[in-house]
T-cell receptor
Framework: QKEVEQDPGPLSVPEGAIVSLNCTYSNSAFQYFMWYRQYSRKGPELLMYTYSSGNKEDGRFTAQVDKSSKYISLFIRDSQPSDSATYLCAMDYNQGGKLIFGQGTELSVKP | EPEVTQTPSHQVTQMGQEVILRCVPISNHLYFYWYRQILGQKVEFLVSFYNNEISEKSEIFDDQFSVERPDGSNFTLKIRSTKLEDSAMYFC????????????FGSGTQLSVL
């Protein structure tokens, strides 16, 4: 079983739609959960950071962590064409910076 | 906004040659990292570096790889004898303290080994 699994998509939605992106993981030792956005030929850019379980909201973005189910989600409200990118989930056991990434989900938001 | 700078953006080399990938981390950052992403695959951790020492390295980071902070601003990744399978996008990252919350990535160097 892979440590972190993420549906690679591609996912295509109309502008204004609510987008739901998900990752599952197998190792209960993960404590830190992140979502990164990656545009083509660019480095990952941190969007959301969560420690342990719970929800976190930042503008149009909401991150959810359910440690009991080993499942994390990112919701994007009122999606915009500029949100078109690959979204990567990442996890860490501690603060060491050795992130374990998911495959990434390619998102396309159509005008 | 400060950013991690990587040069060159694209490097082509022949198999068996040595390459050095260069990074300038954000100026007040103390922890440095290299990751790589083979086309179509996940971003993978290679190595972390703090206080002029390797803190942790992955199985990928074998004896062909080395890292160095030769001066107060640069952080380099050297591959001694490149293989075809080293072709990938290499990302440098840095953070000001021992936290993954402020981990900033550079735009990457695309290494092509022919």
């Amino acid at each position: 079983q892979k440590e972190v699994e993420q549906d690679p998509g591609p996912l295509s939605v109309p502008e204004g739609a609510i987008v739901s992106l998900n990752c599952t993981y197998s190792n209960s030792a993960f404590q830190y959960f992140m979502w990164y956005r990656q545009y083509s030929r660019k480095g990952p850019e941190l969007l959301m950071y969560t420690y342990s379980s719970g929800n976190k909201e930042d503008g149009r973005f909401t991150a959810q962590v359910d440690k009991s189910s080993k499942y994390i989600s990112l919701f994007i409200r009122d999606s915009q064409p500029s949100d078109s990118a690959t979204y990567l989930c990442a996890m860490d056991y501690n603060q060491g910076g050795k992130l374990i990434f998911g495959q990434g989900t390619e998102l396309s938001v159509k005008p | 906004e400060p950013e991690v700078t990587q040069t060159p953006s694209h490097q082509v080399t022949q198999m068996g040659q040595e390459v050095i990938l260069r990074c300038v981390p954000i100026s007040n950052h103390l922890y440095f990292y290299w990751y790589r992403q083979i086309l179509g695959q996940k971003v993978e951790f290679l190595v972390s570096f703090y206080n002029n020492e390797i803190s942790e390295k992955s199985e990928i980071f074998d004896d062909q790889f080395s890292v160095e902070r030769p001066d107060g601003s640069n952080f380099t990744l050297k591959i001694r004898s490149t293989k075809l399978e080293d072709s990938a996008m290499y990302f440098c990252a840095s953070t000001p303290q021992s936290t993954n919350e402020k981990l900033f990535f550079g735009s990457g160097t695309q290494l092509s080994v022919l």
